[in-house]
Nanobody, 115 residues
Framework: QVQLVESGGGLVQAGGSLRLSCAAS????????VGWFRQAPGKQRELVAF???????NYADSVKGRFTISGDNGMNMVYLQMFSLKPEDTAVYYC?????????WGQGTQVTVSS
């Protein structure tokens, strides 16, 4: 089992920045990919970015050039640095960890961007 805990959300003005953290515990060695998803009210959950255990990263088009995902070597901590935030970035952000057989989710952290 893997436990994921997000932190770092909050209220920020448009153009501002935030850094989200995802702390993993348990069988971290099981994780192959850790990603950030977000879900805005009335919308489906969507992938924001992910990082593999090998360090490869991928981003949704809507956040390319503004968000950066990073992690430590053991994937104990994964970060999402968000710059130039827009009101449309407002959502609950979830950390997701994928192992060979299992899928893990954190409880989410709210990000609100005011115009």
């Amino acid at each position: 089992q893997v436990q994921l805990v997000e932190s770092g959300g909050g209220l920020v003005q448009a153009g501002g920045s935030l850094r989200l953290s995802c702390a993993a515990s348990g069988r971290i060695s099981d994780l192959n990919v850790v990603g950030w998803f977000r879900q805005a009210p009335g919308k489906q959950r969507e992938l924001v970015a992910f990082i593999t255990s090998g360090g490869s990263t991928n981003y949704a088009d809507s956040v390319k050039g503004r968000f950066t995902i990073s992690g430590d070597n053991g994937m104990n901590m994964v970060y999402l640095q968000m710059f130039s935030l827009k009101p449309e970035d407002t959502a609950v952000y979830y950390c997701n960890g994928r192992g060979t057989l299992d899928d893990y989710w954190g409880q989410g952290t709210q990000v609100t961007v005011s115009s």
